[in-house]
């Protein structure tokens, strides 16, 4: 293990990254998503990347900045929102996309991190989701056979974390965010604030820093609205 896991900013925690890689990115809609590691990982330059993500984010935010560069070869999704540009790369078939229901994105996420393989759900059966997968009845209701998911990299935005990895998430952060801490091979996080082993209460942890193997805290933060509606 390395000597810190506190990296002094998002390229060089992307150490490693390369073409072809899977790259599970956290964070609900624009909600918590890991901005700056999003923005390091284009610059990169890494092609033809897997990312599994709740969305894509938008044409000028988040993943969509990957889509942009087509560095993104496939999609595995819940959501298109309200990108334009992954809903043309899709259309026009130049981008691969796996979509799964929420709940079970979630799960498989959870279950790779688990070291779970495989596992049954009745969420998807006689639709398009479960075509070409293992149909198993139990107790006289057909399953479906999902697999788990695991990344080379996991890209993770928490509220608070202390340099040995331990975060805490707030709100609507908390969504898809801690199922991916635990899938990645490399755990990177970004945290709006870094603070000393010992700092956190410990019955606030939401993942232990066993999972994570590095760390930054995050220059700066957009938080953007999806759609803002007013009255």
Request: overall charge neutral; aromatic content about 8%.
């Amino acid at each position: 293990m390395a000597a810190t896991k506190v990296y002094k900013d998002a390229e060089s925690a992307l150490e490693g990254v390369k073409d072809g890689m899977t790259i599970l990115v956290g964070g609900f809609g624009l909600c918590g998503i890991p901005e700056n590691l999003i923005t390091a990982l284009r610059d990169t330059g890494a092609k033809n990347l897997t990312c599994v993500s709740n969305n894509a984010g938008v044409d000028d935010f988040g993943l969509g900045l990957l889509l942009h560069t087509r560095q993104i070869k496939k999609m595995v999704s819940s959501y298109v929102g309200e990108n334009k540009t992954f809903e043309k790369q899709y259309l026009s078939k130049e981008l691969e996309l796996e979509f799964a229901p929420q709940g079970t994105l979630a799960e498989r996420l959870r279950a790779g991190g688990a070291g779970i393989p495989a596992f049954y759900t009745p969420t998807g059966v006689g639709t398009l989701v479960a075509e070409g997968k293992e149909i198993r009845e139990f107790n006289g209701r057909p399953y479906v056979l999902e697999k788990g998911i695991t990344g080379d990299f996991a890209l993770v935005k928490a509220w608070k974390g202390d340099k040995f990895g331990n975060l805490i998430f707030r709100k609507t952060a908390r969504n898809f965010n801690p199922m991916i801490a635990t899938a990645g091979k490399i755990t990177v996080v970004e945290v709006e604030e870094l603070v000393e082993v010992g700092e956190l209460e410990p019955d606030q942890i939401h993942t232990p820093g066993v999972y994570v193997q590095r760390i930054i805290q995050g220059p700066s933060y957009e938080k953007r609205i999806e759609q803002r509606t007013t009255r």
